[in-house]
């Protein structure tokens, strides 16, 4: 029953690998390549990122870097991780093969065309996670439903430990979301709160800049972009927006100068082209 709904996914796999492309106008690409073991590591870290945001959800942002996988470290723990996931599924499959195939196979089909294979602009993303996550709740429920309790008879005792953990979790994940709420108040606080975590991330400044600019707040603006530019250097949206910037002091002759630099970094950015007809029209 369930074998059109993979081979729905398996073709809405395939399109995403049909239509995946780097660049300015594509899927960001990483400002330092990375080799293939690194590549390796961010696709083993990416179901570790997945999986844990079930059990620890901290340090949430509106988006991840790929500096992650040059970490030997967190590579070390992502794979030691992944390595105790697996572990635990085996468990369930022994005494629940059905829902132990069922929910990791649901689990990556629906996560494979967001993994990072060759790219790492953006390996992961919590949005991603939403239905994926459904087949490790369903192997978790099993485990909990039908395997722990043949194994460990439940006791009054443990059925009142257990309501009050499972209050304890709905009373934190009920402040975390409250707390998320002023993090998403507006652009600017949702990039500064990115920036608080990976003051490193390029995107983050480049978004905030454009919501300082959408605020009026251009001298803010112009900050961002001059770390942007140090950062990441060629991406031809940096000097876009200065050009914005400039244009809306009437600083006509810096914008064009913006605008060509933003050319000449992309010759296929459509943006700087229509700028800098904006220009001289």
Not at 235 to 257: S, T, W
Not at 265 to 280: E, K
């Amino acid at each position: 029953r369930s074998a059109p709904f993979f081979a729905l996914a398996a073709g809405f796999l395939f399109l995403a690998f049909l239509t995946m492309r780097s660049g300015p106008h594509g899927i960001p690409t990483a400002s330092v390549p990375l080799t293939y073991f690194q590549n390796l590591g961010l696709f083993f870290y990416a179901f570790v990122f997945y999986v844990s945001r079930i059990f620890l959800p901290v340090r949430l942002m509106a988006r991840y870097s790929s500096d992650i996988a040059q970490l030997p470290l967190d590579l070390a723990l992502s794979i030691a991780v992944f390595a105790a996931a697996c572990a635990f599924i085996y468990l369930v499959y022994r005494h629940k093969k059905e829902f132990a195939r069922f929910g990791t196979a649901f689990f990556i089909l629906t996560l494979m065309p967001t993994l990072p294979f060759h790219f790492a602009g953006q390996p992961y993303a919590d949005r991603y996670a939403y239905l994926p996550l459904a087949g490790v709740l369903l192997i978790i429920s099993a485990f909990l439903a039908e395997i722990l309790p043949e194994k460990w008879p439940a006791r009054r005792a443990g059925n009142y430990a257990a309501a009050a953990l499972f209050g304890v979790a709905v009373l934190f994940l009920g402040l975390k979301a409250q707390s998320l709420t002023r993090v998403w108040h507006d652009s600017i606080s949702l990039w500064t709160h990115v920036l608080k975590f990976d003051p490193q991330n390029a995107i983050a400044y480049l978004d905030r800049s454009q919501a300082y600019i959408d605020a009026g707040q251009l001298e803010k603006a112009m900050m961002d972009l001059d770390r942007v530019e140090k950062l990441d250097p060629k991406n031809p949206k940096v000097y876009c927006n200065r050009g914005v910037i400039h244009f809306m002091k009437a600083e006509y002759d810096k914008a064009l100068d913006e605008f060509n630099q933003s050319l000449a970094v992309s010759p296929r950015f459509y943006a700087g082209y229509f700028n800098r007809a904006l220009v001289w029209g």
